[in-house]
């Protein structure tokens, strides 16, 4: 879980926090959440890099980048609601699938995590984004999504406030 406490956070004189015993992580406001986005998907990345062999991380450097970002999208749903997730932003800016990315979320959000669905929105979006990074990466749908499907199969449900 994840909830915004100033209260709690300003308590043990720390900026973010987690409490074990109540699985929850304390973040001061909203703000940190967005500046802590960018430490979330690089450690993101890092647990991929354990997960992954290199030859999977090779062939399919696009599955991992898109794996992360749906990533930090889950744990931006446990707080907002699916339009302040980073691939609807992304979309919105450039005016694509919006409503694709909502459905893939909500279709997911407290379901079994649906690999074939996780397939076949980063292969669209893969194809018709507006990225040259993105539409040279790596896609390929036999490497296994086995960390974000771990985290949606595993995950709380009753902390999303949506």
């Known amino acids: 879980n ?8 300003d ?5 973010a926090f987690y409490n074990p015993s109540v699985n929850t992580i304390y973040l001061r406001d909203s703000d940190q959440v967005t ?19 290199e ?7 696009f599955n991992m980048e898109f794996e992360a970002k749906l990533i930090i999208d889950y744990i931006t749903l446990s707080l907002y609601s699916y339009g302040d997730t980073e691939l609807s932003k992304m979309a919105k800016l450039k005016d694509e699938h919006h409503q694709s990315l909502h459905d893939f979320l909500s279709s997911n959000k407290g379901e079994r995590f649906d ?7 980063a292969l669209l979006w893969k194809e018709t984004t ?33």
């Open 55 to 61: 030859e999977e991380r090779n062939i399919a450097s």
């Open 11 to 15: 308590s043990v004189g720390a900026s």
């Open 115 to 121: 690999i074939s669905a996780f397939f076949r929105y």
């Open 130 to 162: 507006a990225s040259n990074a993105y539409k040279q990466m790596n896609f390929n749908s036999l490497v296994r999504p086995v960390i974000i499907e771990n985290i949606v199969n595993n995950i709380d449900y009753s902390c999303y406030n949506n």
């Open 35 to 53: 500046k802590l986005k960018i430490l979330y998907e690089e450690l993101i990345h890092s647990i991929q890099k354990a997960v992954y062999t």
């Open 2 to 9: 994840i909830s915004i406490n100033p209260a709690k956070v």
